[in-house]
């Protein structure tokens, strides 16, 4: 008997699909993907399959893990889309301090398998944001004052290309790809798999303490001083934040806006738990004794816990954001983000954050990639539900903000595509393009090229 072989094509799933829509769901939840066809790849087989078939099928190809960054994507007309959700382990080597991670893998499964040995990962502020999109997009963790930024921490990117090669970038190997895919802003290839070192870490100092947020103007200021000359093994987030009434979320915090200082001092060995306590104090302190908190939950705790501390909604939300990098703020600065941002604005917004950076973030990193480092203060970020009043609010702080603003974004942190999202200077973005055209001459990846206005257009 002859079997007839399956054509490529049919691993593709079309609209309405239950693998189209396995492979289509995103976090955010007001940016629903529309592609032509979609996949959900478990191995690196199923994605140099899908490759090969969207171009047998003469469809472009993108890709997501979880779509926390859905809000990013240009149209998907005419392309395929894969969702990499691997069925493989994350695998600690703890003699070599490194874990090998699977495509599809989130920042919760690498810290539990990290955990054990006494090392952590430099992941973000979510457990469920996806470790692939977080590291190609640089990473801002709130271990970075002490280590930089994420990506410099990447040894190995595994990517199927397209003409449907699957290569291990390093140091060493396609050192010009390797460079390019850690802040370039996409537009390579599917990757597959990462190589991360890891960092000892047994314990960390963590927690958030929260105020009314009338109290920002007493604080706020107080905070941002400390930031100047806080030591690199802190770090913390200033938020305001109109919570809503979610499972998790206490009741005292809800019904009003208040003010939150969370973030972690860090504990490489059980000895170091004494100093980590001493800095947070010496950061807490005096905040706490010019206005009482409504809360306060700084506790030590095993570095999992830096996961949570941040309250990211675990299940997905319709949001919409906006950020930049900020210069150093002083008194004006501060005032002028609580003026658009505090009591008084009328904001609506979730969350309006500065996210302390400084120390190992400015510092360039010999084998580091595209977005190796941040000279900037602060990373802003506003998220909010997406409704209009949210763009309002959204765009009061950006003009508040404008003396302040570098320029620039952290690529990790674009989020959508109605402002500007500069991440490199010219000639990175010039640098970058020219690997983009070495690697897929076609154009194939290049509608997954993160949104920057002012990008040279693709001849
Ligand atoms: C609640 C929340 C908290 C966050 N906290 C932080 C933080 O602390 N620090 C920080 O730096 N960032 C943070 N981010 C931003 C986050 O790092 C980015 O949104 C990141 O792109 C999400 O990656 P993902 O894979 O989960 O999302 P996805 O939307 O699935 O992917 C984002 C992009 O990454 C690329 N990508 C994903 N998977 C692959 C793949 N297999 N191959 C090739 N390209 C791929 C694609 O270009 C895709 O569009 C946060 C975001 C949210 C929503």
């Given at each position: 008997?002859?079997?007839?072989?399956?054509?490529?094509?049919?691993?593709?799933?079309?609209?309405?699909?239950?693998?189209?829509?396995?492979?289509?769901?995103?976090?955010?939840?007001?940016?629903?993907?529309?592609?032509?066809?979609?996949?959900?790849?478990?191995?690196?087989?199923?994605?140099?399959?899908?490759?090969?078939?969207?171009?047998?099928?003469?469809?472009?190809?993108?890709?997501?893990?979880?779509?926390?960054?859905?809000?990013?994507?240009?149209?998907?007309?005419?392309?395929?889309?894969?969702?990499?959700?691997?069925?493989?382990?994350v695998r600690v080597d703890p003699a070599a301090r490194t874990a090998r991670v699977p495509a599809?893998t989130?920042w919760?499964a690498v810290v539990a398998a990290a955990e054990p040995y006494g090392l952590a990962a430099l992941h973000g502020?979510?457990?469920?944001?996806?470790v692939v999109?977080y590291l190609l997009g640089g990473g801002l963790s709130f271990y970075g004052r002490r280590f930089g930024v994420a990506a410099n921490h990447v040894r190995s990117i595994t990517?199927?290309?397209?003409?449907?090669?699957?290569?291990e970038t390093s140091a060493e190997v396609?050192p010009?790809?390797f460079w390019?895919l850690r802040g370039?802003?996409?537009?390579?290839?599917?990757v597959?798999e990462v190589e991360v070192e890891l960092v000892e870490m047994n314990?960390v100092?963590?927690?958030?303490?929260?105020?009314?947020?009338?109290?920002?103007?007493?604080?706020?200021?107080?905070?941002?001083?400390?930031?100047?000359?806080?030591?690199p093994e802190?770090a913390?987030?200033?938020?305001?934040?109109?919570?809503?009434?979610?499972?998790?979320?206490?009741?005292?915090?809800?019904?009003?806006?208040?003010?939150?200082?969370?973030?972690?001092?860090q504990?490489p060995t059980?000895?170091?738990?004494?100093?980590?306590?001493?800095?947070?104090?010496?950061?807490?302190?005096?905040?706490?004794?010019?206005?009482?908190?409504?809360?306060?939950?700084?506790?030590?705790?095993?570095p999992s816990?830096l996961t949570?501390?941040?309250?990211?909604?675990?299940?997905?939300?319709?949001?919409?954001?906006?950020?930049?990098?900020?210069?150093?703020?002083?008194?004006?600065?501060?005032?002028?983000?609580?003026?658009?941002?505090?009591?008084?604005?009328?904001?609506?917004?979730?969350?309006?954050?500065?996210?302390?950076?400084?120390g190992a973030f400015?510092a360039p990193d010999r084998t580091g990639g595209?977005f190796d480092r941040?000279?900037?203060?602060?990373?802003?970020?506003?998220?909010?539900?997406?409704?209009?009043?949210?763009?309002?609010?959204?765009?009061?702080?950006?003009?508040?903000?404008?003396?302040?603003?570098?320029?620039?974004?952290?690529?990790s942190?674009?989020?959508?595509?109605?402002?500007?999202?500069?991440?490199?200077?010219?000639?990175?973005?010039?640098?970058?393009?020219?690997?983009?055209?070495?690697?897929?001459?076609?154009?194939?990846?290049?509608?997954?090229?993160?949104?920057?206005?002012?990008?040279?257009?693709?001849?």
């Amino acid at each position: 008997m002859t079997t007839t072989p399956t054509r490529p094509q049919t691993l593709l799933a079309r609209p309405g699909e239950p693998a189209y829509v396995e492979a289509t769901a995103t976090y955010n939840l007001a940016a629903p993907l529309h592609p032509a066809a979609a996949v959900v790849a478990r191995s690196s087989a199923d994605v140099v399959a899908a490759v090969r078939a969207a171009r047998e099928a003469g469809l472009a190809v993108r890709s997501q893990t979880t779509g926390h960054g859905a809000g990013a994507q240009a149209s998907l007309a005419d392309t395929l889309l894969v969702r990499t959700a691997f069925d493989a382990p994350v695998r600690v080597d703890p003699a070599a301090r490194t874990a090998r991670v699977p495509a599809g893998t989130t920042w919760a499964a690498v810290v539990a398998a990290a955990e054990p040995y006494g090392l952590a990962a430099l992941h973000g502020s979510s457990p469920t944001v996806g470790v692939v999109g977080y590291l190609l997009g640089g990473g801002l963790s709130f271990y970075g004052r002490r280590f930089g930024v994420a990506a410099n921490h990447v040894r190995s990117i595994t990517v199927v290309l397209a003409d449907g090669r699957e290569v291990e970038t390093s140091a060493e190997v396609e050192p010009a790809l390797f460079w390019a895919l850690r802040g370039g802003g996409g537009g390579f290839g599917v990757v597959t798999e990462v190589e991360v070192e890891l960092v000892e870490m047994n314990l960390v100092v963590t927690g958030g303490t929260f105020w009314d947020a009338a109290d920002a103007a007493v604080v706020a200021p107080l905070w941002e001083a400390w930031t100047t000359t806080a030591p690199p093994e802190v770090a913390t987030s200033l938020r305001l934040m109109n919570l809503p009434p979610l499972p998790g979320v206490p009741p005292v915090l809800v019904g009003r806006q208040v003010l939150v200082l969370d973030g972690a001092a860090q504990a490489p060995t059980v000895d170091d738990v004494e100093r980590a306590q001493a800095v947070a104090h010496d950061l807490l302190d005096p905040l706490r004794s010019v206005a009482t908190p409504l809360l306060d939950t700084w506790h030590p705790a095993p570095p999992s816990a830096l996961t949570l501390t941040h309250l990211d909604p675990p299940d997905p939300m319709p949001y919409a954001g906006e950020s930049a990098l900020l210069r150093t703020l002083g008194a004006a600065g501060v005032a002028g983000f609580l003026e658009a941002a505090g009591p008084g604005s009328g904001t609506t917004i979730v969350a309006a954050e500065l996210r302390q950076l400084g120390g190992a973030f400015g510092a360039p990193d010999r084998t580091g990639g595209a977005f190796d480092r941040t000279d900037a203060a602060f990373a802003y970020q506003g998220l909010g539900l997406a409704t209009p009043e949210t763009a309002e609010d959204l765009d009061r702080i950006t003009t508040a903000t404008a003396p302040w603003r570098t320029g620039f974004t952290a690529p990790s942190f674009v989020e959508g595509r109605r402002q500007q999202q500069r991440t490199s200077d010219d000639a990175t973005v010039a640098r970058v393009e020219a690997v983009r055209r070495a690697v897929d001459p076609d154009g194939v990846f290049a509608g997954g090229v993160a949104p920057v206005l002012d990008r040279p257009a693709r001849a």
